[in-house]
């Protein structure tokens, strides 16, 4: 079994969705939790850190499932720009990210 | 510099070469990562330095792979007689305090082997 599993999608939404990404962990022992987004052939950039509690900026929001091993994020009012794949990551003793899930959004 | 730095930002090189990739990573953070990532893919771990700490080398995928990093800053990754399937785009990450900003990725070098 993998460390980290993402669905690799594509989900395709129009503009205005709201669309949600789940990711499993399988170490329960992981300290700490990242949504990163890759656009095409760049490299990946930080969306949110995932606290305990969950998190929210502007139209994402993050939560943590620790009895379930997992962590979701919440896009509202997709707009053509959220057009990305969105990895996440957990840290255990090391780094360690899934293989991503691609949004592509729709006019 | 303000970002992660990563050179070459694309080498062609020939099926058997050495190659050398190199990561300047933000000045003052501790944590350097190195990753792969062939197209479309994942990313893959390949090797993790936190301070003066002995390197996790558990991604590695052979021998002919290896990595340091010189007074806690600048490192590089090395791989000998490359094989076509070495193809890939090589990233290093950098932080400082992980847990409070995440890991800052360069830009990444191309490798392409012939």
């Known amino acids: 079994r993998k460390e980290v599993e993402q669905d690799p999608g594509p989900f395709n939404v129009p503009e205005g969705a709201t669309v949600a990404f789940n990711c499993t962990y399988s170490?329960?022992?992981?300290?700490?939790f990242f949504w990163y987004r890759q656009d095409c052939r760049k490299e990946p950039k930080l969306l949110m850190s995932v606290y305990s509690s969950g998190n929210e900026d502007g139209r994402f929001t993050a939560q943590l499932n620790r009895a379930s091993q997992y962590i979701s994020l919440l896009i509202r009012d997709s707009k053509l720009s959220d057009s990305a794949t969105y990895l996440c990551g957990t840290d255990t003793d090391k780094l360690i990210f899934g293989t991503g899930t691609r949004l592509q959004v729709f006019p | 510099g303000a970002g992660v730095s990563q050179s070459p930002s694309n080498k062609v090189t020939e099926k058997g070469k050495d190659v050398e990739l190199r990561c300047d990573p933000i000045?003052?953070?501790?944590?350097l990562y190195w990753y792969r990532q062939s197209l479309g893919q994942g990313l893959e771990f390949l090797i993790y330095f936190q301070g003066n700490s002995a390197p996790d080398k558990s991604g590695l995928p052979s021998d002919r792979f290896s990595a340091e990093r010189t007074g806690g800053s600048v490192s590089t990754l090395t791989i000998q007689r490359t094989q076509q399937e070495d193809s890939a785009v090589y990233l290093c990450?950098?932080?400082?305090?992980?847990?409070?900003?995440?890991?800052?990725f360069g830009s990444g070098t191309r490798l392409t082997v012939v």
């Open positions: 990450a950098s932080s400082l305090a992980p847990e409070a900003y995440g890991y800052t």
């Open positions: 170490n329960s022992a992981s300290q700490s």
């Open positions: 000045s003052g953070h501790t944590a």
